[in-house]
């Protein structure tokens, strides 16, 4: 049995929009059997994710996470994928790690924006300046062909390189950019909230991409308190990441405000109700999800090459 081996070359056969419709195809199958583990030190994570989706197949993907390495010049993020046969176990590709990492992470919150956001939403911020924020503006530019980017960042000098990347706008004064956005993405390190709940318009939609630690947090109790709450996957989201984990654990939250994940999308109630309400999706990720987008590459890459 011969093993696709799919590299960095593959990205330019991709596409969002189909990608998205993948994973709400992924989520008619039967459910996904997932597992993840997660080990510390100090500052360093690895992380460790798997899945089983019945019909279609075997994930298993780990994942470094080192803070420090920028310093040495090095990426932050680090690991390896295997897909596996649903009917033998047999591994039947490796996938680029960063090319999934990519797609999937920006894929996912792509999928919430097109079933949360207001169709007509223009203004979008970008909080975060890394590989994330970047690919978020890539994707979501395929699903709001005519919406303006608005980048902030810590460390101001980093938004305004993405913003002459991207043709977007670097802007200092969050709060100000906050006020003025329909559509926020969070793709930030933060383990304190930055971003305040009283600055929100009435019809903003939040991705929450950047916290996946325990003790990480990008939007304060009063953007929790005044969103109708949605996550990728509440057994990836609920219990492992301080996003909902702290406020949970503090009753500023209840699991029942946690509306529905994307298993609930063909239920109908992963949706926006009212052009005015203020919608959130926590981007856990999950090892499904990446199974289904690993799939979704490895077919386009064996069709390209039939």
């Known amino acids: 049995m011969s ?5 960095p070359e593959a990205e330019g056969l991709l596409d969002w ?13 039967p459910r996904a059997e997932v597992a993840d583990t997660f080990l510390y030190r100090g500052e360093d994570t690895l992380l460790t994710r798997s899945a089983w989706i019945s019909g279609l197949g075997i994930a298993v993907k780990s994942a470094t996470i080192m803070p420090g390495n920028p310093e040495a010049g090095l990426p932050m993020v680090n690991g390896a994928v295997n897909l596996l046969s649903d009917r033998t176990g047999m591994l039947e590709a490796l996938v680029d790690f960063k090319l999934l990492t990519k797609w999937k992470t ?11 956001a207001r169709p007509d939403a223009r203004e979008i911020l970008i909080c975060g300046a890394g590989h994330v924020a970047a690919s978020m503006i890539e ?8 919406a303006r980017f608005t980048i902030w ?44 709940g009283e600055w929100l318009r009435p019809g903003t939609h939040l991705d929450l991409i950047g916290a996946y630690r325990p003790d990480m947090r990008e939007v304060d109790d009063e953007t929790l308190r005044r969103a ?12 492992h990441i301080g996003e909902f984990k702290d406020p949970l654990a503090r009753g ?5 405000d946690i509306i529905a994940d994307y298993y609930d999308i063909h239920a109908g109630t992963f ?23 690993a799939q979704y590459i490895l077919q386009t890459w064996r069709i390209s090459r039939a």
């Open 3 to 7: 093993i696709d081996i799919i590299g």
């Open 17 to 29: 929009i189909i990608l998205t419709e993948a994973f709400e195809a992924g989520h008619r199958l």
């Open 106 to 116: 920006a894929g996912d919150s792509l999928l919430a924006a097109r079933l949360l």
């Open 139 to 146: 994707a979501y530019r395929a699903a709001f062909p005519q």
């Open 153 to 196: 960042n810590r460390t101001h000098l980093t938004a305004e390189a993405l913003a002459a990347r991207t043709g977007a706008r670097a802007e200092a004064d969050l709060e100000a950019a906050v006020r003025g956005a329909e559509i926020i993405a969070c793709t930030t390190m933060a383990s304190q909230p930055y971003i305040r």
């Open 228 to 239: 109708r709450i949605f996550c990728d996957s509440r057994v990836t989201t609920i219990k």
């Open 252 to 256: 500023v939250i209840l699991e029942a």
């Open 271 to 293: 949706a926006r109700r009212s052009d005015n309400e203020i919608t959130l999706s926590k981007n856990g990720g999950g090892a499904h999800l990446d199974l289904i987008c």
